[in-house]
């Protein structure tokens, strides 16, 4: 059985979150252009552990995602963290094009940025990733991995 450190938790817990957001929103992108949004307080154990946020912005081509989350409470304490995510791109005859991604996330143990730039088609043109990952006891991502990206 895998055992997940409390900040690990919280960013699985804050990508579920962000999930079932896009899910729970999806019937409302009716309103284009009427930025969708909500917000959340994560308990765990009767504890407040996590805030977040997302919200969903979508014109008659463009879209445009954004999350972030904080760990609160005695979790925010002991191990604090907080990140945030934002997703642009394009829609048009049904399909989905994205465009850019970003992601930072800040804890004791210093900064993370990971930036994603697409080409027109969709797919990855460019990766930054800082400080560059330490690919030790982690199984390497296949070459197609960003396909089908939103």
């Known amino acids: 059985m895998r055992?997940?450190?409390p900040v690990a938790a919280c960013r699985i817990a804050a990508g579920a979150?962000?999930?079932?957001?896009?899910?729970?929103?999806?019937?409302?992108?009716?309103?284009?252009?009427?930025p969708v949004s909500a917000t959340y307080e994560v308990y765990f154990g009767g504890?407040?552990?996590?805030?977040?946020?997302?919200?969903?912005?979508?014109g008659s081509g463009p879209?445009?995602?954004?999350?972030e989350a904080e760990t609160r409470g005695m979790l925010g304490w002991?191990?604090?963290?907080?990140?945030n995510t934002e997703t642009r791109g394009q829609v048009e005859d049904g399909s989905i094009t994205p465009l850019h991604h970003e992601n930072r996330g800040e804890s004791e143990k210093g900064e993370k940025f990971t930036l994603l730039r697409y080409d027109p088609n969709g797919d990855i043109a460019?990766?930054?990733?800082?400080?560059?990952?330490?690919?030790v006891d982690r199984h390497p991502?296949?070459?197609?991995a960003g396909k089908g990206t939103l």
């Open 3 to 5: 055992s997940w450190p």
């Open 17 to 34: 979150t962000f999930c079932l957001l896009l899910a729970a929103t999806a019937p409302l992108s009716e309103a284009r252009g009427q």
């Open 47 to 58: 504890f407040h552990v996590l805030d977040a946020a997302a919200s969903w912005v979508r």
């Open 63 to 67: 879209y445009r995602i954004f999350a």
């Open 78 to 83: 002991l191990f604090p963290w907080k990140g």
């Open 126 to 135: 460019e990766t930054i990733v800082q400080p560059e990952l330490d690919w």
């Open 141 to 144: 991502l296949p070459a197609d």
